[in-house]
Each structure stands twice: as structure tokens, then as C-alpha cells.
């Protein structure tokens, strides 16, 4: 990210490392590195993946590391796409996103369970719960303690996303064994020895790559600078949820374009980035205990339970706005704090 006093330079990822090189000279050897990996990863993902469980502890890794190559990948595509074959980055990019959110669906089942049964514990144990704030209502309000309310709001929550974790295994099982995987597969085995370059991809890096990263910075900062105001009275209001996913996107763009033309992540905005997947995951944790408790039939105090967890998790997700503020070390016009 740029900063005051680096503002003459070429950019603020580091494009002076590119001087004296081409962008294919640059790009190259970091798609070649990340397709290599993702081959990697399905090797070790089909050596420990078995068709009748949920999936070994390697396993799950090896997904992992497949996501992370496919994400990084489609993003190169994406943000340097001048300096590629379009049609070809295109249609490779679209495929990777396909893969990368088949995979990453069990792993998100799995962690929202382990989040919003946490969540219930403390709840139940504590001698008193948070109510959800309102307008002319003292925060430190309490409720009862949720008692068997919580237990069944737990083995509800059990049942219905272990079934949807089952489904999304057998789902990721069967795209890794279809067509449309093995053509990707084979595109990217290309890709490990071949890039499909532009013609433009034989001039400077610093003008072909640096100008595609400036832009998806500024695009970083346009979205962090848009984002609604905090509304602490106001904590359930999803309606702000889209424009920070958006930005949540937009920083992992950035971050991968630093990769590419610095050699190295952007360590300033860890924190940020961190805080971002953070509120992510209390979004979609809230939006399953409101799922739950639509459940036809339920018990009151299971509702009740489950109501109170959305709030809990509506709660985290300011936390989360919060934090992201703090450790977001540019001022909201994009320029860099002194």
C-alpha cells in the first residue's frame, strides 16, 4: 500500500523489483509455482480422500491448499489479464472459481458447526445473556439462562449442518471426479510449463503489472473508504453485510497482485484481512441460527435459544466492523496515516 512519503515511486507494490525485466519475466514463474502446488495438492487430496467418510484430516488439508493455489491463480488472471491470452485467462478463471467454492463449502459447514456450538456453550453457561441492543436500552441488560433451550438449539444446529457438511463432501467428491474437473486439471498441468501469454506480455513489467495492482489497491481503498458508518444501536441490519464481503474481496485481490509483483504478502493488512474473514464467518453463523430457528415445529425454547445465538452472532459481526476499523492502517480517502 502506498504511503506518503512513497507516493514518486512506481507504485505501491514494490514495482521498482520489476525494473529492467518483462511482465512475463514476473508473472510466469509465479503461475508456474502456483499450478504446481495445486497439482501437488490433488495429488495428496486423492492419496488420503475416502469416498465413504467426511474426509481425513489430510485430506482436508490438501483441499485447503488446493483452494489457496486456485484462488491465487484465478486472481492472477484476473487483476493481470492484459498481459495473458483473455479468452483463455477467462475461461480458467471462471473454472477455478468453480472448484475453489465447491471445496471450500464443507470445510465452511464444518467450522460454522464448531462456532455457533462454542457460542452456545458460553451463552449457557454464563449467569446471565446478552440482550441484543436497541435504541434507549442499556447494553448490560440480561436475560435467563437458556437451559434445555440450548441443548436442543445445539443438537438441531447438529443435525442440520452435519447433513449439509455430508452433502457438500459428496458434492466436492463428485466435481473432483467429473469432466469439468479433469479439464481444468489439464489446463493447469499446462499451465505449469506453459504460460499462454500476450503479445504485451514481452514489455516492462513495471508498466504492464503495476498498473493492474495500483488499480486494485485503489479499488481496495474506494470500497473501505465506502463502507457504511457503524450503527451500534442498530446491529442487525444485513442490509450493510454485501458492501463488506465486497471489500473482503477486494483485499484478497490486492494482496495476491502485492504476491505477484513484490515476491512476498503485504503483511501491513494481516490484521485486516483477518478481521474481515472474521466477520464473514459471524455473517453466515448468524444467518444459519436464523435458518434453524424457522424450523417448523420447534420447541419455544429452542426458538428462543436460537434467537438469542443470532443475536450473539450479529453482536460478533459489529466485533468484527470494529476491529477491522482499528487495524485498517489508512485513513478512509486511501491515503496512508503518517
Excluded: C
Amino acid at each position: 500500500m502506498r504511503r506518503p512519503d512513497h507516493q514518486t515511486q512506481a507504485g505501491p507494490t514494490g514495482a521498482a523489483g520489476t525494473t529492467g525485466v518483462s511482465a512475463g519475466a514476473v508473472l510466469g514463474p509465479y503461475l508456474r509455482t502456483q499450478a504446481a502446488d495445486f497439482l501437488r495438492s490433488l495429488r495428496l487430496h486423492r492419496e488420503n480422500t475416502a469416498p465413504a467418510d467426511t474426509g481425513s484430516r489430510s485430506a482436508e488439508q490438501a483441499a485447503a491448499a488446493l483452494r489457496r493455489s486456485s484462488r491465487r491463480i484465478g486472481s492472477a488472471l484476473r487483476t493481470f489479464r492484459t498481459a495473458l491470452d483473455p479468452l483463455w485467462a477467462e475461461q480458467l478463471r471462471t473454472e477455478l472459481a468453480w472448484l475453489s467454492g465447491t471445496l471450500a463449502r464443507e470445510h465452511a459447514y464444518a467450522d460454522r458447526l464448531t462456532r455457533l456450538l462454542e457460542a452456545l456453550h458460553g451463552l449457557s453457561g454464563a449467569p446471565a445473556l446478552p440482550a441484543a441492543r436497541t435504541s434507549g436500552e442499556p447494553a448490560d441488560k440480561g436475560r435467563p439462562v437458556l437451559g434445555v433451550g440450548a441443548a436442543r438449539a445445539g443438537a438441531l444446529l447438529e443435525r442440520q449442518l452435519t447433513l449439509a457438511r455430508t452433502r457438500a463432501h459428496s458434492a466436492a467428491l463428485q466435481a473432483l471426479g467429473s469432466s469439468r474437473f479433469h479439464a481444468v486439471a489439464d489446463a493447469v498441468a499446462l499451465l505449469a510449463s506453459d504460460v499462454p501469454f500476450a503479445a504485451a506480455a514481452a514489455g516492462p513489467a513495471g508498466e504492464l503489472l503495476s498498473g493492474p495492482a495500483d488499480l486494485a489497491e485503489q479499488r481496495l481503498l474506494g470500497a473501505v473508504a465506502a463502507l457504511p458508518p457503524d450503527e451500534p444501536a442498530k446491529p442487525y441490519n444485513e442490509a450493510h453485510d454485501a458492501p463488506w464481503h465486497q471489500t473482503r474481496l477486494l483485499l484478497r485481490l490486492h494482496r495476491y497482485a502485492h504476491e505477484v509483483v513484490s515476491g512476498a504478502p503485504d503483511p501491513v493488512l494481516a490484521a485486516a484481512g483477518h478481521a474481515l474473514d472474521l466477520h464473514r464467518d459471524a455473517v453466515e453463523a448468524a444467518g444459519a441460527a436464523a435458518a434453524a430457528a424457522r424450523t417448523p415445529r420447534i420447541a419455544p425454547a429452542t426458538a428462543y435459544a436460537l434467537g438469542v445465538l443470532h443475536a450473539d452472532q450479529r453482536h460478533e459481526v459489529e466485533a468484527a466492523r470494529t476491529v477491522f476499523r482499528a487495524s485498517w492502517p489508512y485513513a478512509a480517502t486511501g491515503a496512508a496515516r503518517s
